[in-house]
């Protein structure tokens, strides 16, 4: 009994402490709809959800445009974590299971052949880093296809009271695309 209970404490602890850290992702954000217009989709009924494995701890969504003139064939919506000031980085840092977490919300739309055709941040719910939002900034991921690693400071623009932002948003523009490859290969 001692055991159940311990589990069930646990278990709830382990909920509340999900739930009060972050919200639930939007999968249909207005700038998404507007983007998408831009790129010829008239709408979220031209997307159809697929089923490209998940990685990773943070959740995020592949579709497919079903609209057959449209500029962007595939969208990825999804969240990217982002640790709180000072908490990754340093020695002491609580484990990865302890750590709270800071986020923002972003999509990318790739072609047929999976370049990437914009990306934008929708949803920064982080408390530093806020310039990697900016249209500029996101411009350098235009093309990047999967066939290079992209390195920060290099191919990245780094930016300053952003670093743990910029390196996130890079590792999943980067795990995203080959993610889309390798599902198109199967």
Known sequence: MKRFSFILTAAALV??????????????????LKTLKKHGVPGFEYLQPIPVPHHG????????VTQPDA????VYVGRVNSCRAGGCSQPDA?????????YFDYFILFDAEVRVRAIRVYNYAASYGYEITAPGWLRQFIGY????????????DAITGATVSVYAITADVEAKTHQLKEWLAT
């Open 15 to 32: 909920w509340m402490a999900a739930g009060s850290v972050t919200q639930d992702i939007d999968y249909r954000p207005k700038l998404l």
């Open 57 to 64: 701890p943070t959740p995020g969504k592949f579709f497919e």
């Open 71 to 74: 500029a962007v064939r595939y």
């Open 94 to 102: 609580p484990t990865a299971e302890e750590l709270e977490h800071e």
């Open 145 to 156: 296809d999967g066939s290079r690693e992209l390195a920060v400071g290099k191919d990245v």
